[in-house]
């Protein structure tokens, strides 16, 4: 039988930094917009997971409490639907009690010897990664595992900006190299951050541009803006929530073929 673990990436963050314009000053400001991880963006896929017999592991940099985006939780997010909303929330309080949710791992406590025992790794979205996950290099170092066992990895929305902190792993010559150098990825695009710009009135870090002056060949457009997702080699990627159950059943079809 195979590996039947996955790690799930969460972020330690409860806000995400903006720029904003002081006054008359050509000075800016950076400001913290209360944020967290996007609930649909983790429930559906964890609740495909969950059915499909893994079991998880959340990890994050420091272990602190993961908590949600309110606006992910209203349900506008869910277009009304109540029961959808219930469902997934419930999903997360049960997280709470049977798997630590609350107290994720401490990505330091999580050995090399100890990832070979995980099958695959996600990281859901929400702003948050755009906090703490980009630039930690022990997440580059878990990545990297990944990359270089080819396991299955799922990433949504902001999610991708963690695969940043792969350039943080020291090779040979000294010199860091981002582990998805040439891979088609999918993110939240730049064009839908600068709507998110407008309605709060600051710059914000650019995932799909920040992945693509790295090297990834980034695959953006109508499909992706409805929930296409895109798949290259171990990785599979989505750039919204529209995109997390498709997402979710691709990773574990992925899981499954490495069984």
Not at 34 to 42: I, N
Not at 156 to 179: D, K, M
Not at 228 to 234: K, S
Request: charged share 25%; aromatic share 8%.
């Amino acid at each position: 039988m195979g590996l039947k673990k996955v790690l799930i990436v969460m972020s330690d963050a409860h806000s995400f930094s903006i720029k904003k314009p002081a006054g008359s000053s050509t000075e800016s400001q950076e400001v913290q917009q209360p944020t967290g991880f996007f609930l649909m963006e983790l429930a559906k896929p964890l609740t495909q997971l969950l059915e499909s017999g893994y079991e998880v592991t959340f990890a994050s940099p420091k272990g602190q409490k993961p908590v949600p985006d309110p606006n992910s939780e209203s349900l506008l997010a869910f277009a009304g639907n109540f029961y959808e909303r219930r469902r997934e929330n419930a999903l997360i309080e049960r997280m709470k009690r049977e798997n630590g949710f609350d107290s994720p791992r401490p990505f330091s406590t999580i050995s090399d010897d100890e990832l070979n025992s995980f099958a695959g790794v996600f990281i859901p979205g929400g702003h948050v990664p755009l906090q703490d996950l980009g630039d930690d290099p022990e997440l580059g170092r878990i990545l990297n595992h990944f990359h270089t066992q080819k396991k299955p990895t799922a990433a949504i929305c902001h999610g991708l900006y963690a695969f940043l902190s792969t350039q943080l792993v020291p090779r040979p010559n000294g010199a860091g190299e981002f582990a998805y150098k040439g891979y088609k990825l999918t993110s939240w695009s730049d064009a839908e951050e600068k709507v998110m710009e407008t309605m709060l009135g600051g710059e914000i870090k650019k995932v799909e541009g920040t992945l693509r002056d790295a090297g990834a060949n980034m695959v953006e457009g109508v499909r992706e803006k409805v929930g296409y997702i895109t798949i290259d080699r171990e990785v599979v990627t989505g750039g919204n929530p529209m995109a997390a159950d498709d997402l979710g059943k691709q990773f574990v079809r992925m899981l499954a073929g490495r069984a």
